[in-house]
């Protein structure tokens, strides 16, 4: 069964540089996998951030970044706002018509 | 602008059935794929469906494979979610997505409640 890991919790002080990762339990991540990004707020739906590993959703401001990091892809905050404070989520295509979601991160600014 | 509303939810008891409907506006609804997610209250999104933009292919994750089913109106823009067989953990906040090219999801409903409980 595949598995997508996340960081269940990180703390990042305002104005600071935070890197979330997303990782398969059985390999590599790659851009062949498309990784996305959400934010989600308490009794939020989603919001999406990255698409296509490093492509910012529109209106989503250039401190959110997406990339590759060796075996995963990373979801880069620079100068981290109070209002940062969320769940983020990453999601993987795996193959035709199939999605995976890491469980998920929950930040912290403080 | 792109609205997505999801209506349906409710209450059911274990081995019920119950269908959900998402409706859809501002945008071409017979050109995209849509999706089915779910979040259980205080975990993770789970991908559960997917149904192609003329309904003729879909796919589920295997939590659900068997008892869900995905259809879709595209003459009056509604997304459908047949459950069948409920079980208690089926119980989650239901949401639909719009599914685009590169295989992510943009656009998102406000999500609907499903409790499954005697």
Request: aromatic letters at 10%.
């Amino acid at each position: 069964q595949t598995v997508v890991t996340q960081e269940p919790s990180f703390s990042v002080s305002p104005g600071g540089t935070v890197t979330l990762t997303c990782g398969l339990n059985s390999g590599s991540v790659s851009t062949s996998s498309y990784p996305s990004w959400y934010q989600q707020t308490p009794g939020q739906a989603p919001r999406t951030l990255i698409y296509n590993t490093n492509s910012r959703s529109s209106g989503v401001p250039d401190r959110f970044s997406g990339s590759i990091l060796g075996n995963k892809a990373a979801l880069t905050i620079t100068g981290a706002q109070a209002d940062d404070e969320s769940d983020y989520h990453c999601l993987l295509y795996l193959t035709s018509g199939i999605w995976v979601f890491g469980g998920g991160t929950k930040l912290t600014v403080l | 602008q792109v609205l997505l509303v999801e209506s349906g939810g409710g209450l059911v008891k274990p081995g019920g059935s119950l269908r959900l409907s998402c409706a859809a506006s501002g945008f071409t609804f017979s050109d995209n794929s849509m999706c089915w997610i779910r979040q259980v209250p205080g975990k993770g999104l789970e991908w559960i469906s997917y149904i192609r933009s003329s309904g003729s292919g879909t796919d589920y994750s295997e939590s659900v494979r068997g008892r869900f089913t995905v259809s879709r109106d595209n003459t009056n823009n509604l997304l459908f979610l047949q459950m069948s067989a409920l079980k208690a953990e089926d119980t989650a906040v239901y949401y639909c997505a719009r599914s685009r090219a590169n295989f992510f999801f943009d656009y998102w409903g406000q999500g609907i409640l499903v409790t499954v409980s005697s």
